[in-house]
T-cell receptor
Framework: ETGVTQSPTHLIKTRGQQVTLRCSSQSGHNTVSWYQQALGQGPQFIFQYYREEENGRGNFPPRFSGLQFPNYSSELNVNALELDDSALYLC?????????????FGPGTRLTVL | TQLLEQSPQFLSIQEGENLTVYCNSSSVFSSLQWYRQEPGEGPVLLVTVVTGGEVKKLKRLTFQFGDARKDSSLHITAAQPGDTGLYLCAGVNAGGTSYGKLTFGQGTILTVHP
């Protein structure tokens, strides 16, 4: 069973640019969540996708957007990058949105904005 | 806004010592989870506690959920260098538009010296 994978591993961008991060969910998992983890902090919820629809969002501006594809993989897009967007971006998947299901996290993408 | 306060933020101890990490909130969560995260990896679930007053044991780790389901603690007995890592508590939402959302504490960085 393949776990959650994310790409790229590391990324360096400059302020104002746009970035797309990718996540492949664990086999059989239809629910994907994205989290932002700043250095020295716990992860913060960005949004959640279930069956290709966003069904939950945290306190992030609209320049953070996402997609989920029919195979349940997902993308996180960030426009007009700011220095504070530098963080580890984590993707987590689970079999369905059920609240007691374990969420399996990928290794993350480390984004640096200069 | 739901917040989880985790303490202490840093813990540096010698092998064989005992320690406790605390996680407190003003909000009630449907359940509370504890994760461990190592550098370059995503968080890995250690335990989920659901019922107020619940106690769960995982080898040398003991997890407790407060009676009011607002606070939790993680106790490690006879810590070993392999326990070194970032420990995160996370409250699980069971209502509204953020169903299944995890609200994380800021984490406790544990270092166990041989």
């Amino acid at each position: 069973e393949t776990g959650v994978t994310q790409s790229p591993t590391h990324l360096i961008k400059t302020r104002g640019q746009q970035v797309t991060l990718r996540c492949s969910s664990q086999s059989g998992h239809n629910t994907v969540s994205w989290y932002q983890q700043a250095l020295g902090q716990g992860p913060q919820f960005i949004f959640q996708y279930y069956r290709e629809e966003e069904n939950g969002r945290g306190n992030f501006p609209p320049r953070f957007s996402g997609l989920q594809f029919p195979n349940y993989s997902s993308e996180l897009n960030v426009n007009a990058l700011e220095l504070d967007d530098s963080a580890l971006y984590l993707c987590a998947s689970r079999p369905n949105p059920g609240v007691y299901n374990e969420q399996f996290f990928g290794p993350g993408t480390r984004l640096t904005v200069l | 806004t739901q917040l989880l306060e985790q303490s202490p933020q840093f813990l540096s101890i010698q092998e064989g010592e005992n320690l406790t990490v605390y996680c407190n909130s003003s909000s009630v969560f449907s359940s509370l989870q504890w994760y461990r995260q190592e550098p370059g990896e995503g968080p890995v679930l250690l335990v989920t506690v659901v019922t107020g007053g619940e106690v769960k044991k995982l080898k040398r780790l003991t997890f407790q959920f407060g009676d009011a389901r607002k606070d939790s603690s993680l106790h490690i007995t006879a810590a070993q260098p392999g326990d070194t890592g970032l420990y995160l508590c996370a409250g699980v939402n069971a209502g509204g538009t953020s169903y299944g959302k995890l609200t994380f504490g800021q984490g406790t960085i544990l270092t166990v010296h041989p």
